[in-house]
């Protein structure tokens, strides 16, 4: 696969599932507040992968899953994701995301932090409504460890002092726990033994953490226009990520001290020496390699996964993780 084979091309085996889910957004989405029409009509249009919800979907058909609630959940998980979007790009100051204006920048941050705050109550109201435990405890789970992300990163912005393990729990407690969330859950509705539901949830989390390491490495090495945000935008915000990490234990004083700057005032005033730097030391080459290990080793988790369709798609996703530049 290769980097410029599209998500929509890998996600065919589901074209009619996704459009089933897109059109139960919407209709869960309608209320009778316009402006949360607005902003949820904006958001939906905004030209995201819906990948989390594609993984549900793509991990119930390989394990046989018929039960119309696979829709149902993967419009929980987008909207689960959607709020966090909203929240982060206020807590985040962002202006840009998939090349437009972000919600907050169009209507404000109070009004991002509400329909956020709407979006996640949604969820919940829509995640009773299949009448599964499991399936509450999961994604009940999931949210709550991904607030605590939240508030990781938050106190991880502009320490310089952040090593990689620091790092990657943030990775684990943001991202991958809702791609873990979104790949067990299509277990738990096939009732899927034991053994098969822990592999796809790892498979789901090493995914999620191979797209975030692949986000952090475009970071520094990706197009704006192509990737529809602004270049350097973690440097912007004071985010030590593992490209500004490497630096920090593996260039010269100078550089270093350069990076350490960087990180505990943000801007990108420094953005070329630091990015010489990050280039010089190999950073962007061992950010690509530890996504790369990771997307190895989710495809490895669902080797014993009966062959179909599907299961090609969850392997052609490892590949696309590390191949996308958006």
């Not at 090609?312 to 590390?322: P, R």
């Amino acid at each position: 696969m290769t980097a410029s084979t599209s998500p929509q091309n890998v996600l065919a085996a589901i074209a009619d599932d996704m459009r089933a889910v897109d059109q139960l957004i919407r209709h869960r989405l309608a209320s009778e507040v316009v402006l949360i029409n607005q902003i949820s009509e904006y958001i939906i249009n905004s030209g995201g992968k819906r990948l989390r919800p594609a993984l549900l979907l793509l991990v119930a058909g390989a394990l046989g899953v018929s039960s119309p609630h696979r829709f149902e959940l993967a419009a929980v998980i987008e909207f689960i994701h959607t709020s966090t979007l909203l929240h982060d790009d206020v807590v985040d100051e962002s202006d840009l995301r998939r090349g437009k204006q972000t919600a907050n920048a169009l209507f404000g941050n109070a009004a991002s932090v509400l329909v956020g705050d709407f979006l996640y109550s949604r969820s919940f109201e829509m995640m009773v409504s299949v009448d599964n435990m499991r399936v509450m405890q999961i994604l009940a789970r999931a949210t709550n460890v991904i607030a605590e992300g939240e508030v990781l990163q938050l106190l991880n912005m502009h320490d310089p002092d952040v090593d990689e393990a620091r790092y990657l729990q943030v990775i684990q407690y943001k991202t991958a726990t809702l791609f873990e969330a979104a790949t067990q859950l299509a277990a738990v509705l096939a009732n899927a033994d034991a053994q098969t539901e822990a592999a796809v949830r790892e498979y789901g989390g090493r995914l999620g953490t191979a797209f975030q390491l692949m986000d952090d490495w475009l970071d520094y090495a990706g197009d704006t226009d192509a990737m529809g945000k602004n270049a350097g935008d973690d440097l912007r915000e004071g985010k030590p990520t593992l490209p500004l990490i490497h630096v920090l234990q593996h260039g010269t004083d100078e550089e270093r001290a350069l990076v350490r700057e960087a990180i505990e005032n943000g801007g990108t005033d420094k953005f070329e020496p630091i990015l010489a730097a990050i280039t010089r030391t190999g950073a962007l080459d061992y950010t690509l390699a530890r996504a790369k290990e990771e997307a190895d080793a989710a495809a490895q988790t669902i080797s014993a996964l009966p062959s179909s369709q599907y299961k090609n798609s969850l392997l052609e996703l490892c590949s696309y993780s590390i191949a996308r530049r958006t």
